[in-house]
């Protein structure tokens, strides 16, 4: 089991503070990434799961006990550490027997834990190796089966992929996401890389600033980011964000901005300053004049190629929409040249708004198209 609950959880260091008020609950069984920018208090938060900083105040249950001030060592917790935390000198056996050698374990029952944890993760062949003598992946399966053999209710790791190069990254992010769905258990990890968030969480939980941004699925995150923040954090390239006016215009909902129109249902609604945002993939591109300059439903925006940019499967086009810049991506068989006029077109259910003041996403359903759009609810005040 681990099933981990945090309760307005906050940590201070003098006047900053670097945790501030985070609740959230940890599955048993859950993958979760603590993802956010540099600063906005990912460690400090893993460090007080860990035990090893003391909340300023807030509480911290693990499967129903309270642990808030339990000492780290009571916690049934494993960090793990970067592969270099691995003994040198020690073979991948005699890292792994070291935890249970000083717990005082009796020889012949480590020997049959280390072989049990070795088989879970798949490197019983690997055992009479020293570190030097894998390959990063494989370190980091032996970090986690140093971890294991205390048998743990989670494992917390902190940027263990920093220090690999891209490549590597790649493999052993797989590699983590393979042994999560073998052993089952609860992991929690610190990242600032969206992408290791996307491709190895079951549950993100985005930070900023010391405060929980949102929290979901990577889809749930990508598809309805809950603010402008979390929309402009996930995705590479980044979501196209414009300000714009929601209006009601000749009997329909609409977004205005300069080069912009988009219609998004028959109806009104109360005039407010939004933030549009659509993302490249969601962007279709079109010769000016090929298409009509008002659509029916959905968004156009015109303007004029920039730049153009390959990506081997795919290519970028950044287009000038009057004082913005957006991007779309587009097949590579397409030709656009520089200085060429286009329509950028995306439907209207792949438009995200956000209230311009708060921030926020704001949500509509299709049945009460028409009605004034509400602010999304999910987001902590
Ligand atoms: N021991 C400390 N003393 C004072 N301030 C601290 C201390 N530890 C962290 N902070 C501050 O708390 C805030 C959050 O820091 P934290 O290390 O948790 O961020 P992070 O999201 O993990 O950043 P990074 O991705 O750069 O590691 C930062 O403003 C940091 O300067």
Not at 275 to 290: F, N, Y
Request: proline share 6%; net charge neutral.
């Amino acid at each position: 089991m681990g099933r981990l609950v945090l309760n307005q959880l906050s940590r201070s260091f003098k006047d900053v503070k670097a945790v501030d008020g985070i609740s959230l609950e940890v599955q048993d069984g859950d993958f979760l990434v603590l993802l956010g920018p540099s600063g906005c208090g990912k460690t400090t938060l893993l460090r007080m799961i860990a035990g090893l900083l003391e909340p300023t105040s807030g509480t911290l249950e693990l499967d129903g006990a309270d642990i808030t001030t339990a000492p780290s060592r009571r916690r049934d917790l494993a960090m793990v550490f970067q592969s270099y935390a691995l003994y040198p000198h020690l073979s991948v056996a005699k890292n792994l027997a070291f935890p249970l050698t000083i717990r005082g374990m009796p020889r012949k029952d480590i020997a049959a834990r280390v072989a049990q944890v070795a088989e879970m993760v798949e490197i019983g062949h690997l055992l009479d190796r020293k570190p030097k003598e894998l390959s990063g992946g494989q370190r980091q399966r032996v970090a986690v089966a140093r971890a294991l053999v205390r048998e743990p209710k989670a494992f917390l790791m902190d940027e263990p992929l920093s220090n690999l190069d891209a490549k590597l990254r790649t493999a052993t992010r797989q590699e983590l996401a393979a042994l999560h769905r073998r052993l089952g258990a609860t992991f929690i990890y610190v990242t600032h890389d969206q992408v290791e968030a996307m491709t190895m969480a079951t549950r993100i939980a985005l930070l900023k600033d010391g405060r929980l941004e949102q929290y979901g699925t990577p889809a749930e995150l990508y598809d309805a980011p809950a603010s402008v923040f979390a929309a402009g954090f996930m995705g590479s390239p980044a979501m196209n964000l414009m300000d714009a006016r929601l209006a009601s215009s000749n009997g329909s909902v609409t977004v205005m901005a300069p080069q912009l129109e988009a219609v998004l249902w028959p109806g009104a609604t109360p005039e407010r300053d939004v933030v549009l945002g659509i993302r490249p993939e969601h962007l279709v591109l079109h010769a000016a004049g090929s298409v009509a300059a008002a659509p029916t439903t959905g968004a156009a925006l015109r303007g004029t190629v920039e730049l153009t940019e390959n990506l081997g499967r795919e290519q970028l086009i950044h287009c000038r929409v009057g004082e913005h810049r957006l991007t779309a991506t587009c097949p590579r068989e397409q030709r656009w040249e520089e200085g060429a006029a286009v329509v950028l077109s995306a439907p209207a259910s792949r438009l995200h708004l956000f209230d311009r003041e708060s921030g926020r996403r704001l949500e509509w359903l299709e049945e009460t198209a028409g009605l004034p759009l509400s602010t999304h609810q999910n987001l902590p005040a």
